[in-house]
């Protein structure tokens, strides 16, 4: 089945750098970008951007844009995002997503996001 | 950016009556809607997309409804399991670009 498995909790200083791994497995990777969504405690979900896996492009978040990358390998099917310059702010739990869309004739419709990884909890404490 | 708003933050809802949540976006983005479901401690589960499409294996009492601006996800007789967050996404552009979510709400026992 398709799976998305995220690393582990992190705990990170501020200013610091922190990069959060996301293994896909069920599907052909290369076939599907990758969404990258956070959520700060207590609060909503926060689209960040996506990568796509054939060829590497990506899509930022405007408020993320310069403090977010986003890369991957596909030799192992593996998504990467990676904060640069954390605060406080940055406390959340991140998740990857693999998108689903339709098409039909000339037009194209999605992104909605099916499954999701597991979270992966950043903490940024001094 | 398409702004997504959701109504009301929270709603308390006896088990067994049904509930209606609201999702109103700046601009239209015709059908392309979608609504999860988040529990304590998990990743958002998809409910509906295309409006009013059931993803796979979504019980029948979930419906979603609207296109355009204004968008309704109801729950008829509502569960146990299904006390949790609903959170709205629009994606309205292809190829895609920018994704956006309401701020979601909580749908608790009353």
Request: net charge neutral; hydrophobic share 30%.
């Given at each position: 089945q398709v799976q998305l498995v995220q690393s582990g909790a992190e705990v990170k200083k501020p200013g610091a750098s922190v990069k959060v791994s996301c293994k896909a497995s069920?599907?052909?990777?290369?076939g599907f970008y990758i969404h990258w969504v956070r959520q700060a405690p207590g609060q909503g979900l926060e689209w960040m951007g996506w990568i796509n896996p054939n060829g590497g492009g990506t899509n930022y978040a405007q408020k993320f844009q310069g403090r977010v990358t986003m890369t991957r390998d596909t030799s192992i099917s593996t998504a990467y995002m990676e904060v640069s310059g954390?605060?406080?702010?940055?406390t959340a739990v991140y998740f990857c997503a693999r998108p689903r869309w339709t098409c039909g004739g000339d037009n194209c419709y999605g992104h909605w996001l099916d499954p999701w990884g597991q979270g992966t909890l950043v903490t940024v404490s001094s | 950016e398409i702004v997504m708003t959701q109504s009301p933050a929270t709603l308390s809802v006896s088990p067994g009556e049904s509930a209606t949540l609201s999702c109103r976006a700046t601009?239209?983005?015709?059908?392309n809607l979608a609504w999860y479901q988040q529990k304590p401690g998990q990743a958002p589960r998809l409910l509906?997309?295309?409006?009013?499409t059931r993803a796979t294996?979504?019980?029948?009492?979930f419906s979603g409804s609207g296109s355009g601006t204004e968008f309704t996800l109801t729950i008829s007789s509502l569960q146990s399991e299904d006390f949790a967050v609903y959170y709205c996404q629009q994606y309205n552009n292809w190829p895609p670009r920018e994704l956006t979510f309401g701020g979601g709400t909580k749908v608790e026992i009353k």
């Amino acid at each position: 089945q398709v799976q998305l498995v995220q690393s582990g909790a992190e705990v990170k200083k501020p200013g610091a750098s922190v990069k959060v791994s996301c293994k896909a497995s069920g599907y052909a990777f290369t076939g599907f970008y990758i969404h990258w969504v956070r959520q700060a405690p207590g609060q909503g979900l926060e689209w960040m951007g996506w990568i796509n896996p054939n060829g590497g492009g990506t899509n930022y978040a405007q408020k993320f844009q310069g403090r977010v990358t986003m890369t991957r390998d596909t030799s192992i099917s593996t998504a990467y995002m990676e904060v640069s310059g954390l605060n406080s702010d940055d406390t959340a739990v991140y998740f990857c997503a693999r998108p689903r869309w339709t098409c039909g004739g000339d037009n194209c419709y999605g992104h909605w996001l099916d499954p999701w990884g597991q979270g992966t909890l950043v903490t940024v404490s001094s | 950016e398409i702004v997504m708003t959701q109504s009301p933050a929270t709603l308390s809802v006896s088990p067994g009556e049904s509930a209606t949540l609201s999702c109103r976006a700046t601009q239209s983005v015709s059908s392309n809607l979608a609504w999860y479901q988040q529990k304590p401690g998990q990743a958002p589960r998809l409910l509906i997309y295309g409006a009013s499409t059931r993803a796979t294996d979504i019980p029948a009492r979930f419906s979603g409804s609207g296109s355009g601006t204004e968008f309704t996800l109801t729950i008829s007789s509502l569960q146990s399991e299904d006390f949790a967050v609903y959170y709205c996404q629009q994606y309205n552009n292809w190829p895609p670009r920018e994704l956006t979510f309401g701020g979601g709400t909580k749908v608790e026992i009353k």
